[in-house]
């Protein structure tokens, strides 16, 4: 399947590369890395990316081109949805864009049902979307660059926890070396994407006192809203890492971390260590991710969707309340 996508893509001169909203570093990585990719190639590329950019991405190679602005839609010969196999998961307005484009291929490693895609490569088995890129370009015999391997790199390190969760497997291990031999500086990205951000720490200290332990130890759910947001000068940007900060503490099996979004409406993330699996409970919500990691959009008050995730997750887990 990477042959078929690097041949489509190679078909096409001019080309958008789209990712999901509130992107993460993946998202960020995959979509930097294929621009610079088939830049390198002589194409004219496009990065779009709805909701806002994490400070500690605004680093990678690249990022001055990102848009949430769409190019006239005449202009694009191809679109590629990464990190994401939905176009409703890039946003309503990229949606309506990649409906008019005449072709669009997909790479992802999300779980869920896939109905797009021109090929739509779609793997569950692979730890990252910057992972498979990077398995393809080696494939293809593409050039990578150093910003391309910069970019995939970061991708790769935030989607394994810096090389530390289950999908650290030999194969991304493999990748990694290839992109740090291609010019990637861990220590670089590293100093950028894991620098000590004292807000974020005070937020986390406030989840963490507030968080209601259940079924033993083994449920943690921690809970923000807009007033505690706006009480520690912060955003929903800043609580990237809390939900792994709760699944961290000793006997927790599984985390959730619901928090109020200023469009309205709650985002909740939620995380096991394997044992159970947290994307049937996103999908059945209508979200989805992987076994371990999976989220979900809700049209609820903050209470009514940490009762209904608690509910959930304690039966999923053979729990009682
Ligand atoms: P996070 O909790 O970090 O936002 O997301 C964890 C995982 O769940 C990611 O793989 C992400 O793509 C997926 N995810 C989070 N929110 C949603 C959502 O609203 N819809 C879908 N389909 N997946 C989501
Ligand atoms: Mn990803």
């Not at 399947?1 to 080309?15: E, F, G």
């Not at 196999?85 to 864009?97: L, M, N, S, T, V």
């Not at 991304?172 to 990205?189: I, N, S, T, Y």
């Not at 720490?201 to 947001?229: F, N």
Request: net charge negative.
């Amino acid at each position: 399947m990477s042959r078929a996508v690097a041949q489509a893509l190679m078909a096409a001169k001019r080309l958008l590369v789209v990712s999901h909203y509130d992107p993460d570093g993946d998202a960020l990585g995959a979509s930097l890395g294929l621009s610079h990719l088939l830049r390198t190639q002589g194409k004219q590329v496009w990065v779009y990316s709805a909701g806002p950019i994490p400070e500690e991405y605004e680093f990678l190679p690249g990022m001055d081109q990102v848009s949430d602005g769409l190019p006239p839609l005449k202009e694009v010969e191809m679109a590629a949805l990464l990190d994401c196999h939905q176009p409703e998961r890039a946003g309503a307005k990229a949606a309506e864009f990649l409906a008019g484009v005449p072709r669009a291929v997909v790479v992802d490693h999300h779980r869920g049902p896939v109905e797009y895609g021109d090929p739509a490569w779609v793997d569950a088995g692979y730890a990252a979307t910057c992972l498979m890129l990077a398995e393809m370009a080696l494939e293809a015999g593409w050039e990578i660059s150093p910003a391309a391997a910069t970019c995939l790199f970061a991708g790769l390190q935030t989607d394994t926890g810096s090389f530390r969760y289950s999908n650290a497997t030999p194969r991304a291990f493999r990748a990694a070396a290839k992109l740090v031999e291609a010019g990637a500086d861990p220590w670089a990205v590293s100093q950028q994407v894991y620098a000590t951000r004292v807000k974020r720490l005070r937020l986390l200290a406030r989840v963490l006192e507030r968080m209601a332990v259940l079924a033993g130890g083994r449920l943690a759910v921690g809970q923000v809203s807009l007033i505690d947001l706006a009480e520690m000068d912060a955003d929903s940007r800043d609580l990237e890492d809390a939900v792994e900060a709760i699944r961290g503490v000793p006997g927790v099996e599984v985390a959730a971390l619901v928090r109020e979004m200023k469009t309205g409406g709650v985002k909740a993330s939620m995380r096991s260590r394997g044992g159970v699996d947290v994307a049937a409970v996103a999908i059945a919500l209508g979200g989805g991710g992987h076994k371990s990691a999976a989220g979900m959009r809700m049209d609820l008050s903050l209470a009514e969707a940490r009762e209904l995730i608690i509910s959930r997750l304690l039966k999923a887990m053979g729990a009682e309340a």
